[in-house]
């Protein structure tokens, strides 16, 4: 059982950045892929990046490849989105998803996740 708590969310001007924060609690060990989601009003929920539970290997959806990076903290039981060169279309709620798995390879954004945080809103605008 995971508990997954997002922080870190806000208003940004189009070219900005912002860091958001996935906090993780439970017994599962290491053994998870942590995914960020995102959903827009009125839009289907999107994944945005993946990364295995050692953090070698990560996964991101073409919209954001180049801009966004996905991390994790083990020790510390944190995951996080560094998001460079914000655009409006990247507003939306965001979410921090874990998928319960042993393999060293990230799940993918269409898997099924098993747990998920609360949201925080990013909203990017002049």
């Known amino acids: 059982q995971l508990q997954l708590v997002e922080s870190g969310g806000g208003l940004v001007q189009p070219g900005g950045s912002l860091t958001l924060s996935c906090a993780v609690s439970g017994s599962a060990g290491d053994y998870y892929t942590i995914a960020w989601f995102r959903q827009a009003p009125g839009k289907e929920r999107e994944g945005v990046s993946s990364?295995?539970?050692?953090?070698?290997?990560?996964n991101y959806a073409a919209s954001v490849k180049g801009r966004f990076t996905i991390s994790r903290d083990n020790g510390n039981k944190m995951a996080f989105l560094q998001m460079n060169s914000l655009k409006p279309e990247d507003s939306g709620t965001y979410y921090c998803?874990?998928?319960?798995?042993?393999?060293?390879?990230?799940?993918?954004?269409?898997?099924?996740?098993?747990?998920w945080g609360q949201g925080t809103q990013v909203t990017v605008s002049s």
């Open positions: 998803a874990a998928a319960l798995t042993r393999s060293p390879y990230a799940a993918a954004m269409t898997s099924k996740y098993d747990y």
């Open positions: 990364i295995s539970n050692n953090g070698n290997d990560k």
